[in-house]
């Protein structure tokens, strides 16, 4: 088997495995659209602007685009409140835990975690960083510690989820772990890390800004900062919108390249890197397309590119994708430059 074929929706997400999550994902909507009443209105998450235009519904959720900055975000959204209890009773997280994530692990850290544990100490070297302690906030399944762990470039390597049975799997794997919002987590100024990194995590809270400003006080001086999100301006969630699996129930916050920047960069850092290095835009709105459900009758270049031609350009597409920032999948270093 290739690594291509390995590579695919389906081998981050096996097929047979889906109605079971559809249905643990409808009762976790069905609890949170049960507390909507006490939702509350925001402004941008990125530049604190007001204005704001309402571009779709889903799941009986209103998404709206920030007029300034472009960044998609839900408005009402549930409070911080809602959200901590939210993610501590998730049958999705449950199920995802229980299953998708073991079925499909071999795939994840072949192609996703040992390249991104690659590509963060490749980081640190580029940019002199010390690697005495490494945190990571939202750590999931456990897999990006254990594979960092594995490596020992790190003296301690620290996660931090707050999932009841995500934490307990990231302890039978020898992670340590912290069972706590990052809101309610401290850290001793001679506990302090030289990266803290977080992969698809600012996208489901509640206030972005002051994640940042944690995140900031983890860090030691000229420490890095490496933030993995959705890109709200990416091929996938701009041509599929309402219908692109990205754009969900737990997604709060679609920032892109530009408002992203402006939200770190206010808290003192210094942006480094930005890249889109996204590997599946094509293949998700294509597997759409051929599934009926994305019509694309009307237009002939995504036509040619994605189904009639998809032997021939759907690679070269992907990649035109990935290297102008117009990927889905957003990456973005940044380096502590100021104190707290």
């Given at each position: 088997?290739?690594k291509k074929?390995?590579?695919?929706?389906?081998?981050?997400?096996p097929?047979d495995?889906?109605?079971?999550?559809?249905?643990?994902?409808?009762?976790?909507i069905?609890?949170?659209?049960g507390?909507k009443?006490?939702f509350v209105d925001?402004?941008?998450?990125?530049?604190n602007?007001?204005?704001?235009?309402?571009l779709?519904?889903?799941?009986?959720?209103?998404?709206?685009e920030?007029e300034?900055?472009?960044?998609l975000?839900?408005?009402?959204?549930p409070?911080?409140?809602?959200l901590?209890?939210?993610?501590?009773?998730?049958?999705n997280?449950?199920?995802?835990?229980k299953?998708?994530f073991?079925?499909?692990?071999n795939?994840?850290?072949?192609?996703?975690?040992?390249?991104?544990?690659d590509?963060?100490i490749?980081?640190?070297?580029?940019?002199?960083?010390?690697?005495k302690?490494i945190?990571?906030?939202?750590?999931?399944?456990g897999t990006?510690?254990?594979?960092?762990?594995?490596?020992?470039?790190?003296s301690?390597?620290?996660?931090?989820e707050?999932?009841?049975?995500?934490?307990?799997t990231?302890?039978?794997?020898?992670?340590e772990i912290?069972?706590?919002?990052?809101?309610?987590?401290?850290?001793?100024?001679n506990?302090?890390f030289?990266?803290?990194?977080n992969?698809?995590?600012?996208?489901?809270l509640?206030?972005?800004?002051?994640?940042?400003?944690?995140?900031?006080r983890?860090?030691?001086?000229?420490?890095?900062l490496?933030?993995?999100?959705?890109?709200g301006?990416?091929?996938d969630?701009?041509t599929l919108?309402e219908?692109?699996k990205?754009?969900?129930?737990?997604?709060?916050?679609?920032?892109n390249?530009?408002?992203?920047?402006?939200?770190?960069e206010?808290t003192?850092?210094?942006v480094l890197?930005?890249?889109?290095?996204?590997?599946?835009?094509?293949?998700?709105?294509?597997?759409e397309i051929?599934a009926g459900s994305?019509?694309?009758?009307g237009q002939?270049?995504?036509?040619?590119v994605?189904?009639?031609?998809?032997?021939?350009?759907?690679?070269?597409?992907?990649?035109f994708?990935s290297?102008?920032l117009l990927?889905?999948?957003?990456w973005?270093?940044?380096q502590?430059?100021q104190?707290?």
């Amino acid at each position: 088997m290739t690594k291509k074929e390995i590579f695919s929706e389906n081998s981050i997400r096996p097929t047979d495995l889906v109605p079971g999550q559809l249905e643990a994902m409808r009762k976790d909507i069905d609890w949170l659209i049960g507390n909507k009443e006490n939702f509350v209105d925001v402004h941008c998450p990125a530049c604190n602007d007001r204005s704001s235009t309402k571009l779709f519904e889903k799941y009986h959720l209103n998404y709206v685009e920030c007029e300034k900055c472009k960044t998609l975000y839900i408005s009402p959204r549930p409070t911080p409140e809602i959200l901590e209890k939210f993610y501590k009773k998730s049958e999705n997280y449950s199920y995802w835990n229980k299953y998708i994530f073991p079925a499909s692990e071999n795939a994840r850290k072949e192609n996703l975690f040992v390249p991104r544990v690659d590509k963060v100490i490749k980081l640190c070297d580029k940019y002199n960083v010390d690697k005495k302690a490494i945190l990571e906030i939202g750590a999931g399944f456990g897999t990006f510690c254990e594979v960092m762990q594995s490596t020992g470039r790190f003296s301690r390597v620290v996660g931090i989820e707050p999932t009841p049975d995500l934490a307990k799997t990231c302890r039978t794997k020898g992670i340590e772990i912290i069972e706590k919002p990052i809101e309610k987590v401290r850290f001793s100024e001679n506990e302090l890390f030289d990266v803290v990194v977080n992969f698809e995590v600012i996208e489901h809270l509640f206030s972005p800004n002051n994640f940042i400003v944690q995140c900031k006080r983890m860090l030691r001086k000229n420490g890095l900062l490496i933030v993995t999100c959705p890109n709200g301006q990416g091929f996938d969630i701009i041509t599929l919108k309402e219908m692109s699996k990205t754009v969900d129930h737990e997604h709060l916050n679609y920032f892109n390249p530009e408002s992203l920047k402006l939200l770190i960069e206010k808290t003192g850092f210094e942006v480094l890197e930005i890249s889109t290095p996204g590997k599946l835009d094509a293949e998700l709105v294509r597997n759409e397309i051929l599934a009926g459900s994305f019509d694309v009758s009307g237009q002939p270049f995504l036509k040619r590119v994605l189904v009639d031609g998809w032997d021939s350009h759907g690679e070269k597409f992907q990649q035109f994708i990935s290297t102008n920032l117009l990927s889905s999948n957003m990456w973005i270093i940044a380096q502590n430059k100021q104190e707290i």
